[in-house]
T-cell receptor, first 115, second 115 residues
């Protein structure tokens, strides 16, 4: 079975500092990996995805993520955080070409960027 | 710009009552997902449809929940009878062909409170 772990419930960072949100996954095949962000009282918004190819993926709002197969990780990063980045971030995984498998979400990490 | 819409946004009801939540996917999207979000369980996939046909509803309690797509512009999630443990935010998401590998577009959610 596939699973996703986000080991930190909350990440606090000062505005302007680098932001990292951690994600590790467990699958039996090749993974499709996603990051979504949820602002208060809103639905999830897609940030970026890794399907294949370059391990460094660039997404919306200046976010990027690095796929590391040996460490089974897909950490989300932003070089300089903004107060407006404060939100709930979800990592998700789906196994490549595994018909019928679901998109599995991690538990979410709340990011608080302080001015 | 195109968005997934959900109604109602908030619903408070008493235990035993029937609840119907509606979702209008983005025009042209042929895949629709229903998710439930709670503090304890996080984000769970309840069911998804492709071309209006249910592909997987294994995440949904069968005895009280039902999901349908009467037409391509409307998806419904019904709970009958409702119970306090059903209190959660229910999200609908839609996507294009191959949405399981591409991004999903989420609606704003329906916050359900069962007293």
């Amino acid at each position: 079975a596939q699973s996703v772990a986000q080991p930190e419930d909350q990440v606090n960072v000062a505005e302007g500092n680098p932001l990292t949100v951690k994600c590790t996954y467990s699958v039996s095949g090749n993974p499709y990996l996603f990051w979504y962000v949820q602002y208060p009282n809103r639905g999830l918004q897609f940030l970026l995805k890794y399907i294949t190819g370059d391990n460094l993926v660039k997404g919306s709002y200046g976010f990027e993520a690095e796929f590391n197969k040996s460490q089974t990780s897909f950490h989300l990063k932003k070089p300089s955080a903004l107060v407006s980045d404060s939100a709930l971030y979800f990592c998700a995984v789906r196994v490549w070409k595994a018909a019928g498998n679901k998109l599995t979400f991690g538990g979410g990490t709340r990011v608080l960027v302080k001015p | 710009d195109a968005r997934v819409t959900q109604t109602p946004r908030d619903k408070v009801t008493e235990m035993g009552q029937e609840v119907t939540m509606r979702c209008q996917p983005i025009l042209g999207h042929n895949t629709v997902f229903w998710y439930r979000q709670t503090m304890m369980q996080g984000l769970e996939l309840l069911a998804y449809f492709r071309n209006r046909a249910p592909l997987d509803d294994s995440g949904m309690p069968k005895d009280r929940f039902s999901a349908e797509m009467p037409d391509a512009t409307l998806a419904t999630l019904k709970i009958q009878p409702s119970e306090p443990r059903d209190s959660a935010v229910y999200f609908c998401a839609s996507g294009e062909q191959g949405a399981l590998y591409n991004e999903q577009f989420f609606g704003p959610g329906t916050r359900l409170t069962v007293l």
